[in-house]
C-alpha cells in the first residue's frame, strides 16, 4: 500500500516559517516527482511546488517562489516544503503527492497518489 503522510503544520503569525514533511512508502520512488499542493477554505486545489526525483528540476506557484522551497531526501523516502515570510493566504490544507515517472510536474491530474493533507494557519 503506498502511503503519503504528512506534517509540520500548524499555527504560525505572519512572517512567520514552517517545515512541511511528507514520508512516503510502499513503493520505490527512485524515478518519480513529488510535489506540493494547497486547497483553501472555498477554493480549488492548487499548485505549490514540485521536485524531480534528481533534484535537478524544481517549479514553484507565482505566489510562493522566492518564500517556499521544496526539497527531497531520496534514501529516507521523504520530501519536505520550507515555507518563510508566510501570509494569510498561505492558509490551507497542503498536501503531499507522487507522479509516476516524471521529472516534474505542475498540474494535479498527473499526480498519482496523495496524502490526507496537512493544516497550514497563518495569522495576520
Known amino acids: 500500500q503506498v502511503q503519503l503522510v504528512e506534517s509540520g503544520g500548524g499555527l504560525v503569525q505572519a512572517g512567520g516559517s514552517l517545515r512541511l514533511s511528507c514520508a512516503a512508502s510502499g513503493r520505490t520512488f527512485s524515478s518519480d516527482a513529488m510535489g506540493w499542493f494547497r486547497q483553501a477554505p472555498g477554493k480549488e486545489r492548487d499548485f505549490v511546488a514540485a521536485?524531480?526525483?534528481?533534484?535537478?528540476?524544481?517549479y514553484y506557484a507565482g505566489s510562493v517562489e522566492g518564500r517556499f522551497t521544496i526539497s527531497r531526501d531520496n534514501a529516507k523516502n521523504m520530501v519536505y516544503l520550507q515555507m518563510n515570510t508566510l501570509k494569510p493566504e498561505d492558509t490551507a490544507v497542503y498536501y503531499c503527492?507522487?507522479?509516476?515517472?516524471?521529472?516534474?510536474?505542475?498540474?494535479?491530474?498527473?499526480?498519482?497518489?496523495w496524502g490526507q493533507g496537512t493544516q497550514v494557519t497563518v495569522s495576520s
Open positions: 503527492a507522487v507522479s509516476l515517472g516524471s521529472r516534474a510536474t505542475t498540474r494535479v491530474n498527473e499526480y498519482d497518489y
Open positions: 521536485i524531480s526525483w534528481s533534484g535537478a528540476t524544481r
